[in-house]
């Protein structure tokens, strides 16, 4: 599952193909490669994964069980959230599945904090550091939360009760920043694969791009790694007025590097990150190395889930 990024909600859909139309559309999806999986249970079968999204809405897999005579008109989907729920679906209705279609990509822009940098154990670092004096904790779950759901990070740190004052929290905000450089040079570091990533999409003529959320606080660690020259565009927070999930700055990036939504991916980790995306009409790649996880991603309605970003020029077909 890590190049579909499917950490499956128990149990599968099944779906039946009752009408001619349907079933030649299945036949033909079952005449291409797949990706096959092969599994390590000498009681379970091998099976077929074919990555769909369900009414262009929630990113799933079909799985085909490799079983002499298995049903041709039964179709199992799988997915990272409860589909019926999601969906709100019952016995009986009908559910639009649309299969992965290659679609030319000139352009890929990156998000940066848990997307190419494993930055969000160093800002719980540096947190942690900033509110020891006050006894408070710092965890990686808070972190994470407040990257993914665009709350306010002080929201999981302080306790419920205690009081949120403005020049407090600024202060606490300012000692974390202070830390940041001695612990980002320690503790932050390009995630594994990232070198290969650039290499094998700039060789295949993809212009490459970032847009941060952040001030830019983490780039230093790309310059670092002799990375930071490959993005022809770097656009920060500081470049526009509005923030995530808002595209402004998405759009911004495009423009800078003049292409097109239609042939423009986004990379992110959080569902601000996705919505981003979709509202600026390009193509959501979430990465499960930072603030989401499978199931907030898919809800959040990414295209694609990847485990991780060394599957990037696979998923995206780069020889």
Not at 77 to 99: H, T
Not at 122 to 143: F, L, N
């Amino acid at each position: 599952m890590s190049l579909c990024g499917i950490d499956p909600y128990p149990g599968t859909l099944n779906i039946i193909l009752e009408d001619a139309e349907n079933l030649a559309a299945w036949r033909t999806v079952k005449s291409q490669p797949g990706h096959p999986v092969r599994s390590e249970d000498p009681a379970a079968c091998d099976a077929t994964l074919y990555p769909v999204r369900l009414r262009d809405a929630i990113p799933g897999v079909v799985i085909l069980p490799d079983v002499p005579g298995y049903a041709d008109e039964q179709v199992e989907v799988v997915a990272a959230v409860s589909l019926r729920e999601q969906l709100d679906l019952r016995d009986g209705d009908q559910l639009e599945i649309a299969g992965e279609v290659a679609r030319p990509v000139n352009a890929v822009i990156f998000d940066v904090d848990g997307t190419l940098l494993n930055s969000l154990e160093g800002y719980r670092i540096a947190a942690s550091r900033a509110t020891a004096p006050y006894g408070y904790e710092v965890t990686y779950e808070a972190v994470r939360q407040s990257l993914n759901m665009n709350q306010p990070f002080w929201d999981f740190i302080i306790p419920a009760g205690q009081p949120r004052d403005p020049a407090f929290i600024a202060k606490l905000r300012d000692e974390t920043m202070r830390h940041w450089p001695a612990v980002r040079d320690a503790h932050v570091h390009t995630l594994p694969g990232l070198t290969g990533v650039l290499e094998r999409l700039a060789d295949a003529g993809v212009r490459l791009g970032i847009f941060t959320g952040s001030d830019g606080e983490s780039l230093p660690c790309l310059e670092k790694a002799g990375l930071l020259d490959r993005f022809e565009v770097i656009v920060t927070r500081r470049d526009v007025e509005k923030f995530k999930p808002d595209p402004a700055g998405l759009i911004e990036c495009m423009k800078r590097m003049g292409v097109t939504a239609q042939k423009t991916v986004y990379v992110g980790d959080s569902r601000i990150d996705v919505q981003a995306s979709l509202a600026a009409g390009v193509m959501s790649i979430a990465v499960l190395s930072g603030a989401g996880d499978s199931a907030s991603l898919s809800a959040a309605g990414a295209h694609r889930l990847l485990a991780e970003i060394a599957l990037l020029p696979d998923l995206l077909n780069i020889a």
